[in-house]
């Protein structure tokens, strides 16, 4: 049987070890998406990133042994995030359109609550890791967290007699969300993006109720 200790029977040192070293990790990582965001990946150094977190570069070795390690510690846990908060508002929805929406837009709003990851995601005219071979093998990491959400996708619409198909209304609705990330990354007001939006939840509608061109 394991003898470690659980966090209620640690000292409050020992607590307070534990949140210290929390909050620098998650200094380190808040550093690096905002220098990953503004300068590119090639561009930010390991340098950069301890002086943006305003900790020692040894310090920053003690979590992270690289940048790539930092770079997608970031995209995972991000990435996985959002869709657990996604999978929580619309797992229990049985009308296509109603996920739809759901989903689009609280995309929307994470997207203004977190436009340096949107960045991150979509690095206009910046360098990135995104597409490369480490690139396919953490989104491995990533469709795991997202399969119940497709699962539930394709059995609603089936349920639903849809005339679109699970893969279908996924591809379509990436490119809607790709459209509005950009929209974000380039300055656009939420106002904007969110009138765009329904417009094209208006589309998807309009094929999910079968009445599309």
Same mark, same amino acid.
Request: no cysteine; net charge neutral.
């Given at each position: 049987?394991?003898? %470690?200790? #659980?966090?209620?029977?640690? $000292?409050?040192?020992?607590?307070? !070890?534990?949140?210290?070293?929390?909050?620098?990790?998650?200094?380190?990582?808040?550093?690096?998406?905002? &220098?990953?965001?503004? /300068?590119?990946?090639?561009?930010?150094? *390991?340098?950069?990133?301890?002086?943006?977190?305003?900790?020692? %570069?040894?310090?920053?070795?003690?979590?992270?042994?690289? %940048?790539? #390690?930092?770079?997608?510690?970031?995209? #995972?846990?991000?990435?996985?995030?959002?869709?657990?908060?996604?999978? @929580?508002?619309? +797992?229990?929805? !049985?009308?296509?359109?109603?996920?739809?929406?759901?989903?689009? =837009?609280?995309?929307?709003?994470?997207?203004?609550?977190?436009?340096?990851?949107?960045?991150?995601?979509?690095?206009?005219? %910046? $360098?990135? =890791?995104?597409?490369?071979?480490?690139?396919? /093998?953490?989104?491995?990491?990533?469709?795991?967290?997202?399969?119940?959400?497709?699962?539930?996708?394709?059995?609603?619409?089936?349920?639903?007699?849809?005339?679109?198909?699970?893969?279908?209304?996924?591809? &379509? =609705?990436?490119?809607?969300?790709?459209?509005? $990330? +950009?929209?974000?990354?380039?300055?656009?007001?939420? @106002?904007?993006?969110?009138? @765009?939006?329904?417009? &094209?939840? $208006?589309?998807?509608?309009?094929? *999910?109720?079968?009445?599309?061109?």
């Amino acid at each position: 049987m394991s003898r %470690k200790k #659980t966090k209620e029977s640690k $000292s409050p040192q020992q607590r307070r !070890r534990e949140e210290e070293r929390d909050l620098r990790r998650e200094a380190i990582l808040h550093a690096a998406l905002h &220098l990953f965001a503004r /300068q590119g990946y090639t561009e930010t150094t *390991l340098t950069g990133i301890a002086n943006q977190a305003r900790l020692g %570069k040894a310090t920053l070795y003690y979590y992270f042994p690289d %940048k790539e #390690t930092i770079f997608w510690t970031i995209y #995972t846990e991000e990435t996985t995030a959002y869709y657990r908060r996604i999978a @929580e508002q619309i +797992l229990d929805i !049985r009308d296509p359109v109603e996920i739809v929406r759901n989903y689009v =837009l609280e995309y929307i709003e994470y997207g203004f609550r977190n436009p340096d990851f949107l960045r991150l995601i979509f690095p206009v005219g %910046k $360098s990135s =890791l995104l597409g490369t071979e480490a690139h396919r /093998q953490y989104q491995q990491q990533v469709d795991q967290v997202r399969q119940p959400l497709d699962i539930h996708l394709h059995e609603v619409l089936e349920q639903n007699r849809s005339p679109l198909t699970g893969d279908e209304l996924t591809s &379509l =609705l990436w490119t809607i969300m790709s459209g509005l $990330s +950009l929209k974000i990354v380039q300055g656009s007001s939420q @106002e904007t993006v969110r009138n @765009e939006a329904e417009r &094209l939840l $208006s589309l998807v509608t309009s094929q *999910l109720e079968g009445d599309g061109a």
